[in-house]
């Protein structure tokens, strides 16, 4: 344990109270006795817990009721389904996220952590500058500050939603224009169709989900428009104004003229570092304004290091959380901890969902000769009500070893599944362990077990 410095007021102070910064703040003080003090500025939990995964899987939930009702109807039952009240569910959203908001800063506390409830500055390689003009200084400095939403110049006085207030709106729009082709645009897209809004979604390039594998973009792109988003790739604005009553005219390139009750710019995020002094302390930062780190997340000035969205690795919550834990166990433990940032799984919250974990096909393909096996179907539970939707489960398989390089899965749940495939594939399991693996049936997932046959071979490109 590491007895606190007396020429400093604090071993660590941690500016950002999200995900990451509160795990570290809590490491640093509880396991390894550090004296710890946190400054966040608006309100604790961050992005992921009052204004992004947490209130956003509520309202996928929320949205999948409306669904349940409509497939429970076509099974037999006698439904009425009514309106979505907006108001209803936002108040509980609004209880919801305080009592997490509570719950974060009650963990934080009692872990020894001092909370200055207001931005902080860095001052200096060892000082951070209270908002309150009070100056405190530390022995290292965490910089957590996540990130932010990004509007494309000429759009960002306009009045549009980011996703910051999508969680504030008092009604809801009866149709809304989503920009953008990335996780938060098609979440949103599927959201709110799901709650009865009529959804456009507007995207620059010819495919949604630029990165992810192609068979995955496509049979969610299939699952936009199946559930009534009118998705328009090969477009982009050309303008935007607001209207006197609130609406919003936009004029796009391929020559309409629309108005919208809403529009949500879902057009990527970036690192929250303006005005934060890191220029002026000398830390090297990215085109982006991201901070750069190395593998211990420290940046060029030693006592200075910066986890999570602000550092532009990974932006996903989990990722930001290992970062602040092996920041505390290499800094405060005596541990050197390195975060793995391959094979890292995520999914993407649309109906139905998809999850991805490691090389997509086309990266694969890069550095292997490989094998592809692709099971796409109509999933029992809805092809039985007639829907066309389609499930996906794709393995990518390099010849020369067998090992799994990517596994993605388009499906009810599939969240769920590829958080559990996460971990066979970064085992390193073979396809041979896969097959080795006995059916669960009647199920969607047991495909990824009896797949026997590639669908396709692809040489090593290049
Ligand atoms: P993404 O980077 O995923 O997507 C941004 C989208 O906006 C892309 O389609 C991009 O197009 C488009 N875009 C960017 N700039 C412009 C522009 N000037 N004009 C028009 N379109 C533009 O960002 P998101 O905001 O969706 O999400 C941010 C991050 O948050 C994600 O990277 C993800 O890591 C994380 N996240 C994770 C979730 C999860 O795990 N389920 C959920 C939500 C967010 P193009 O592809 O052409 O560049």
Redesign the pocket.
């Known amino acids: 344990m590491s007895a606190p410095l007396a020429s400093f007021d604090y071993d660590l102070f941690v500016i950002g109270g999200g995900s990451g910064g509160v795990r570290a703040a809590r490491i640093a003080s509880s396991e390894y006795g550090a004296k710890v003090a946190m400054a966040e500025e608006y309100r604790m939990g961050g992005t992921c817990v009052i204004r992004?995964?947490v209130p956003?899987k509520l309202m996928v939930f929320a949205a999948g009721h409306g669904q349940s009702m409509d497939e429970g109807a076509a099974y037999g039952w006698q439904v009425e389904k009514g309106r979505f009240d907006w108001m209803a569910f936002r108040h509980k959203l609004d209880a919801e996220l305080n009592r997490l908001e509570s719950i974060y800063t009650r963990n934080a506390e009692s872990a020894g952590v001092t909370i200055y409830h207001q931005r902080a500055t860095i001052a200096g390689a060892h000082e951070v500058k209270l908002a309150d003009g009070r100056v405190v200084t530390t022995k290292h400095i965490l910089i957590a500050t996540g990130g932010t939403?990004?509007i494309?110049e000429p759009y960002r006085n306009v009045g549009a939603w980011t996703?910051n207030e999508v969680f504030l709106a008092d009604k809801l729009p009866a149709n809304l224009l989503v920009?953008?082709?990335?996780?938060?645009?098609c979440?949103m897209a599927e959201i709110y169709q799901g709650l009865g809004t009529q959804v456009t979604q507007m995207?620059?390039?010819a495919q949604?989900l630029?990165g992810f594998d192609a068979d995955l973009q496509e049979h969610v792109a299939a699952a936009l428009v199946q559930q009534g988003v009118a998705l328009e790739v090969n477009t982009?604005l050309v303008s935007l104004e607001k209207l006197e009553d609130g609406r919003f005219r936009a004029k796009d390139n391929q020559g309409r003229d629309r108005i919208f009750e809403a529009v949500l710019f879902?057009?990527?995020?970036t690192p929250n570092t303006k005005g934060l002094g890191l220029e002026e302390a000398g830390v090297t930062m990215g085109k982006g304004g991201e901070v750069i780190v190395d593998d211990y997340s420290q940046t060029n000035i030693p006592s200075i290091f910066a986890v999570g969205d602000v550092t532009d690795r990974?932006?996903?919550t989990p990722v930001a959380i290992r970062e602040g834990h092996a920041f505390a166990d290499t800094v405060f433990g005596g541990k050197t901890t390195k975060v793995d940032h391959t094979n890292v799984p995520?999914?993407?919250?649309t109906r139905p969902e998809a999850g991805t974990v490691g090389l997509t096909e086309a990266e694969a393909a890069k550095e292997h000769d490989i094998d592809v096996y692709l099971a796409s179907f109509r999933p029992m539970q809805t092809s039985f009500i007639g829907a066309e939707t389609k499930a996906m489960f794709k393995l990518v398989v390099d010849q020369a070893s067998g090992r799994v390089l990517g596994c993605h899965i388009v499906a009810p749940g599939a969240g769920e599944l590829i958080q559990i495939a996460g971990v066979a594939v970064k085992m390193g399991a073979t396809k041979a362990d896969f097959d080795a693996t006995i059916a669960v049936h009647p199920t969607m997932s047991e495909e990824l077990v009896l797949m026997k046959k590639p669908t396709r071979s692809v040489s090593r490109q290049g």
């Not at 879902?266 to 995020?269: H, Q, S, V």
Request: with cysteine; glycine share 18%; aromatic share 12%.
């Open positions: 992004g995964c956003k939403p990004f494309p996703s920009m953008g082709g990335g996780f938060i645009a979440e995207y620059r390039g949604i630029r982009d879902a057009t990527g995020r990974i932006q996903l995520s999914a993407v919250f």
